[in-house]
């Protein structure tokens, strides 16, 4: 126990000292998605991250609950009770760090808790999903992959929105204490208030990310999530009732946390091979760590509280472009899609080119709104496969409902041959849409 007086004399000195600098993640956020990443297909990532950036929402909400009972040890071996709250902190996170370096396996080849069977569908499936290279050495380490990375148009327009995201949310930081107080609540009172925003945003985050991994369809998420801090923020102006601005968190809270998850999936959804991938994250993490900045000194300085007007409309403006911007997005890669998918009837995938990596025919990036192959010549595809093969249907069928699937998105099901039973075939519409 001897470090914990250094501990509190050094948290100290940097609070009192660099009272404008706030003690973060840091490196945490992005490698944790990406970690993610390595142990679940594309279409079932964003529920997972989101849970992890949920724990976030449920931190604010509570935190100060338990920094105001920690704050009860005040004086305890000649210590303040904040610096009690950062002693705690740093052993808690210590810990629970130096436990997950043995507790977290590297990959899902060396997942202890795996059986030999599970391990091998896993990698499979993440292989057929694109999360994994099925060649392990395109998962090497390149300075290719890298400026590739730094290249890539969606990478490019996602790195704008994470600037935007990170100054909405250093944002809120400002608005709900104001708003709180104006309510006139203090101490344990007012941390209670801010408990309800928080746990709709946890709430509602989940509902995202389990409705945006189910209809593959990150960027609408973004854009509605977007859509709800435009209108938060645009109350908090209108109105000069703090009843009416508290409500208004509502909004913007839930829109903020709820857009990150969403362009996070939709990131390292479309980034592969694995350097690529860890460069698009590490992009767009640096670049929410600037809008947080750019957000700090946009509302500690040049727009005073309590109103905050010239902040409050510069984070309508950069809400509003959280809108534009996923739209773009959306539009490149339905051109990318429709290209992929012309390629794909050109050529089967063991003949495209090394290095394409996101690029590849078999990866597809956003949802697109109609099939890239008209239904009646998938049909007749498959019909005429099913006449050849009618000893094997069932099989021979089975294999040509991945290819139709891969090429027009297409559920279909046929029933066995009777004795004397004509060939029966069904669709049943458009689905699978990334």
């Given at each position: 126990?001897?470090?914990?007086?250094?501990?509190?004399?050094?948290?100290e000195?940097s609070t009192?000292?660099f009272p404008?600098?706030t003690?973060n993640?840091?490196?945490?956020?992005?490698?944790?998605v990406?970690?993610?990443?390595?142990?679940?297909?594309?279409?079932?990532l964003q529920?997972?991250?989101a849970v992890?950036?949920s724990?976030?929402?449920?931190?604010?909400a509570?935190?100060?609950l338990?920094?105001?009972?920690?704050?009860?040890?005040?004086g305890?071996?000649?210590?303040?009770?904040?610096?009690w709250?950062?002693i705690?902190?740093c052993?808690f996170?210590?810990?629970?760090?130096?436990?997950?370096?043995?507790?977290?396996p590297r990959?899902?080849?060396?997942?202890?808790?795996?059986?030999?069977?599970?391990?091998t569908y896993v990698?499979s499936?993440l292989k057929?999903?694109?999360?994994v290279s099925?060649?392990d050495?395109?998962?090497n380490?390149?300075?290719?992959?890298?400026?590739r990375a730094?290249k890539?148009?969606h990478?490019l327009?996602?790195?704008?929105?994470?600037f935007l995201?990170g100054?909405?949310?250093?944002g809120?930081?400002?608005?709900?204490?104001?708003?709180v107080?104006?309510?006139?609540f203090?101490g344990n009172h007012?941390q209670?208030?801010?408990?309800p925003p928080?746990a709709?945003?946890f709430?509602l985050s989940?509902?995202?990310?389990?409705?945006?991994?189910?209809?593959q369809?990150?960027?609408y998420?973004v854009i509605?999530c977007?859509l709800?801090?435009?209108i938060?923020f645009?109350i908090?102006?209108?109105?000069?009732?703090?009843h009416?601005?508290?409500?208004?968190?509502?909004?913007?809270?839930t829109?903020?946390?709820?857009t990150?998850?969403?362009?996070?999936?939709?990131?390292?959804?479309?980034?592969a091979?694995?350097?690529?991938r860890?460069?698009?994250?590490?992009?767009?993490?640096?670049?929410?760590?600037?809008g947080?900045?750019l957000?700090?000194?946009?509302?500690?300085?040049?727009?005073?509280?309590p109103?905050?007007?010239?902040a409050?409309?510069?984070?309508?403006?950069?809400?509003i472009?959280?809108?534009i911007?996923?739209?773009i997005?959306?539009?490149y890669?339905?051109?990318?899609n429709r290209?992929?998918?012309e390629?794909?009837?050109?050529?089967?995938?063991e003949d495209?080119p090394?290095g394409?990596?996101d690029?590849?025919?078999?990866?597809?990036?956003?949802?697109p709104l109609q099939?890239q192959?008209?239904?009646q010549?998938?049909?007749?595809?498959?019909?005429?496969s099913?006449?050849?093969?009618?000893d094997?249907c069932?099989?021979?069928v089975?294999?040509k409902?991945?290819?139709?699937?891969?090429?027009?998105h297409?559920?279909?099901?046929c029933?066995?041959?009777s004795?004397g039973?004509?060939?029966?075939l069904?669709?049943h519409g458009?689905?699978?849409?990334e």
């Amino acid at each position: 126990m001897s470090i914990l007086p250094w501990i509190g004399r050094r948290f100290e000195y940097s609070t009192l000292s660099f009272p404008p600098f706030t003690i973060n993640l840091g490196g945490l956020p992005p490698c944790i998605v990406l970690y993610l990443s390595f142990f679940y297909p594309r279409k079932r990532l964003q529920i997972r991250i989101a849970v992890f950036f949920s724990a976030a929402s449920l931190a604010n909400a509570f935190s100060g609950l338990l920094a105001a009972a920690i704050d009860q040890l005040n004086g305890k071996a000649g210590k303040p009770g904040w610096a009690w709250i950062f002693i705690l902190a740093c052993i808690f996170t210590v810990v629970v760090g130096v436990i997950s370096f043995y507790l977290l396996p590297r990959s899902p080849q060396t997942a202890s808790f795996l059986t030999e069977k599970e391990r091998t569908y896993v990698i499979s499936t993440l292989k057929q999903a694109g999360s994994v290279s099925e060649d392990d050495d395109k998962d090497n380490f390149s300075w290719t992959e890298v400026v590739r990375a730094v290249k890539s148009p969606h990478v490019l327009v996602l790195a704008v929105m994470s600037f935007l995201s990170g100054a909405l949310l250093i944002g809120l930081a400002y608005f709900e204490p104001t708003i709180v107080a104006g309510l006139g609540f203090a101490g344990n009172h007012a941390q209670l208030m801010s408990v309800p925003p928080y746990a709709v945003t946890f709430v509602l985050s989940i509902i995202s990310a389990f409705v945006s991994d189910h209809f593959q369809c990150r960027g609408y998420v973004v854009i509605l999530c977007s859509l709800l801090q435009v209108i938060g923020f645009s109350i908090f102006y209108a109105s000069r009732s703090n009843h009416v601005r508290y409500a208004s968190l509502f909004f913007s809270v839930t829109g903020a946390f709820c857009t990150v998850p969403a362009q996070n999936a939709w990131l390292t959804n479309n980034s592969a091979p694995h350097t690529r991938r860890a460069t698009a994250v590490a992009i767009a993490f640096t670049m929410a760590e600037l809008g947080g900045i750019l957000s700090t000194w946009l509302l500690g300085s040049i727009s005073p509280a309590p109103n905050y007007t010239t902040a409050t409309i510069a984070l309508i403006v950069m809400a509003i472009c959280m809108v534009i911007f996923p739209s773009i997005n959306l539009a490149y890669l339905w051109r990318e899609n429709r290209l992929k998918a012309e390629r794909r009837q050109r050529m089967r995938k063991e003949d495209e080119p090394d290095g394409l990596g996101d690029r590849n025919g078999s990866m597809r990036g956003a949802r697109p709104l109609q099939s890239q192959v008209p239904a009646q010549q998938s049909l007749r595809f498959l019909l005429a496969s099913f006449n050849l093969h009618t000893d094997h249907c069932r099989i021979t069928v089975l294999t040509k409902v991945e290819i139709s699937r891969e090429i027009s998105h297409i559920w279909l099901s046929c029933s066995p041959l009777s004795q004397g039973q004509r060939p029966h075939l069904e669709w049943h519409g458009l689905v699978e849409r990334e």
